[in-house]
């Protein structure tokens, strides 16, 4: 078995061990959703569930068991700080939910465009409009999610028949790749013209994700848009780099690396929480060394019983009729990260149990989700910041007041955001990464009141 260069092989500088391990830790910390290819080029979504350093040895949580042998080699793609990063490895061993393979020895930058496209945040609201003809044919409207000066990524709203303007279902089979359009508008995008009127093509279509993706092409446009395009993109991206970029880990190697249980902090307890708030790991990666003057505080100040963070209250025999009568009349609602994360945490709630589990990654949906009857908890995990989060949970229960408990997960907890959550009326804020296990399920039902 390849150890993934350490000892007497290990490198030094860019395409290391450790500038790996940096990216994986990094792709753990923030549950990004992995691509795995299989040798018979069948793709699988997937998220890191532990990385082994000593063992040299990655395990790939997945929905679905992986149609390969042990041995065989196998491909894997991620989005990592805006790059779109591959690998290649050796598979060590399967199982029905778990793919573990060998630590890859190098990463590589897979951009499939040569020239970077600037995100857009919905708060922005630029938006596109696209038709395929004048007068007849296909007329579509979304949410520009990604602009450069020579496409963009839309999330459709809406597509209508422009003969008879009836609208037509969003699906992959919308418009072929390849359909050109006779004119597209793009309104409100940051530092341009209001309106720009341009030409291009749909080079893809993706409805597996919810909803419907388009990429457009543009056709060369003309030079006050392609200049104000230009400069929008410099303003906010760099060059798409060739090689891997250096990265150093968060962690030291030496540093403790024993798994730990999930560690929810009780908003009510924010004193106590915040002085523990960079020690705090909530699922199996590594836990970071308590720096020297939070321990010498936590030695020299003893903590107030009544200040503790809360122990997960046990949860009840599971021959009790009247608990399983809740777990399946009680929906739990979660807003996840990813699609591929979604089915993972609605296969969770499955097998414990639960008979209405309502995951999606869209907000869009999650509102839809919130007007069903006998809601019993809502799990907030968004692809946001943790301010960001905490501001999208803040306007759900200033808009909807009757929301069930509130679970919040953020990357990094501080006494403002711990204070905050408490006025805002979230119940628990839990730490990422977080395992999908019975201390999860324990926390759930806390809050369900089961």
Request: glycine fraction near 8%.
């Amino acid at each position: 078995m390849a150890l993934f260069g350490f000892g007497k092989e290990k490198k030094d500088g860019p395409g290391s061990a450790d500038q790996v391990l940096a990216y994986l830790e990094d792709a753990q910390r923030t549950r990004a959703a992995f691509t795995l290819v299989g040798p018979r080029k069948v793709e699988l979504g997937g998220t890191i569930q532990s990385i082994d350093e000593a063992g040299g040895l990655i395990s790939f949580q997945v929905p679905l068991q992986l149609a390969a042998e042990k041995g065989a080699r196998i491909d894997f793609l991620f989005i990592q700080e805006g790059l779109r990063l591959g690998g290649s490895s050796r598979i060590v061993d399967l199982r029905s939910n778990l793919v573990v393979v060998e630590l890859p020895e190098t990463l590589e930058v897979n951009e499939r465009r040569a020239n970077p496209r600037a995100r857009l945040n919905p708060k922005e609201s630029t938006t596109l409009t696209a038709l395929t003809g004048l007068f007849e044919g296909v007329g579509i409207t979304g949410a520009v999610e990604n602009l450069s000066e020579r496409g963009a990524r839309i999330r459709v709203d809406k597509a209508l028949n422009l003969k008879g303007e009836k609208r037509l279902p969003l699906g992959s089979a919308l418009v072929p790749a390849g359909q050109p359009f006779m004119l597209i508008k793009l309104n409100k995008a940051p530092k341009c013209p209001a309106v720009m009127e341009l030409t291009g093509r749909a080079v893809f279509l993706d409805a597996s994700a919810g909803g419907l993706v388009i990429g457009l092409a543009f056709d060369p446009p003309k030079s006050d848009i392609s200049s104000a395009l230009r400069s929008l993109v410099a303003s906010r991206t760099t060059p798409v780099p060739s090689v891997l970029p250096p990265k150093a880990r968060r962690k030291p190697p030496e540093a403790t690396r024993d798994p730990q249980p999930a560690r929810p902090v009780a908003p009510e307890a924010a004193p106590a929480a915040a002085a523990r708030a960079d020690a705090v790991s909530a699922g199996p990666g590594p836990r970071p060394a308590e720096p020297a003057a939070v321990a010498a505080m936590a030695a020299a100040a003893p903590v107030e019983p009544s200040k503790e963070v809360p122990a997960l209250v046990p949860p009840p025999p599971k021959n009790d009729a009247l608990t399983r009568l809740k777990k399946r009349s009680r929906a739990v609602v979660a807003l996840a990260p990813s699609a591929a994360y979604a089915g993972l945490l609605m296969d969770h709630l499955r097998e414990e149990g639960y008979g209405r589990p309502l995951v999606t990654h869209s907000a869009k949906d999650l509102l839809e989700y919130l007007q069903q009857p006998n809601l019993g908890v809502l799990l907030i995990d968004g692809d946001f910041s943790s301010l960001e989060g905490l501001q999208f949970a803040a306007n759900l229960k200033t808009s909807q007041p009757a929301l069930p408990p509130i679970i919040l997960a953020v990357e990094e907890v501080s006494t403002a955001i711990v204070l905050a959550a408490r006025r805002n009326g979230i119940s628990q804020v839990l730490v990422k990464p977080y395992a999908l296990d019975a201390a999860f399920s324990d926390l759930l039902n806390q809050q369900m009141g089961l």
